[in-house]
């Protein structure tokens, strides 16, 4: 009896394993890139996110949890050294949204160009709705922001103002940059030229 013909074919049986192992990843593969175009967002894309404004994703990773399998967006976000997982399902209803177009950009110049509104008696509603507008992710409201709280240096800002100024101005600034491609120094002393240039400017 010739013992060879019985011996099992461990090289081909690897191999075989080998090729099926490569058709299920491209599977995988495939099944991810078409979620990826489905939602519009891929990695190493810059986006917009109300939480903390502009950050990269980085990764597009599966996860178990609670014996489901999640997908998730893998956004770093540099300015604030921070990382955050968003579950992909789940991203048009938190508010991301990839950058703003060019005429976006150009109504948010507008916007600053403008008077600022007068400030209401009711300051505490007004902060709410400052907070609300920047945490709305909508960069023309968050423009609107910068344009309704900018003061001189020297005009006595209280400490939420600059606070709610500061955040507007980076958010906005931060995203004109990356569109335009240019530094975010440039575009924070563009954008506030507009500011100073304006005439009619409230107190």
């Known amino acids: 009896m010739n013992l060879e013909l019985r011996k099992p074919d461990f090289e081909n049986a690897d191999r075989d394993h080998a090729a099926q192992a490569d058709v299920s990843v491209q599977a995988n593969e495939s099944q991810t890139a078409q979620t990826q175009n489905t939602l519009g967002f891929w990695a190493n894309e810059f986006v917009a996110y109300p939480a903390h404004g502009v950050g990269q994703i980085i990764a ?8 489901d399998s999640l997908e998730f967006f893998v956004i770093h976000f540099a300015k604030c050294k921070m990382m955050v997982r968003v579950p992909t399902r789940k991203a048009a209803s938190v508010g991301m949204r990839r950058l703003s177009d060019p005429a976006t950009i150009e109504q948010v110049r507008r916007n ?5 509104a007068r400030a209401r008696a009711n300051w505490p509603r007004l902060i709410k709705e400052c907070e609300a507008k920047i945490k709305s992710g909508d960069i023309v409201a968050i423009a609107q922001v910068m344009r309704d709280l900018y003061r001189r240096a020297d005009s006595g800002q209280n400490y939420t103002e600059r606070q709610l100024y500061a955040t507007a101005r980076d958010r906005v600034s931060e995203e004109v940059a990356l ?4 530094s975010e120094e440039k ?3 563009e954008l506030e030229g507009l500011l100073t240039g304006r005439s009619g400017r409230t107190a």
């Open 60 to 67: 597009i990773e599966v996860q178990m949890v609670a014996g």
């Open 179 to 182: 569109v335009e491609h240019v």
């Open 187 to 189: 575009a924070v002393l």
């Open 112 to 116: 600053l160009s403008q008077v600022a």
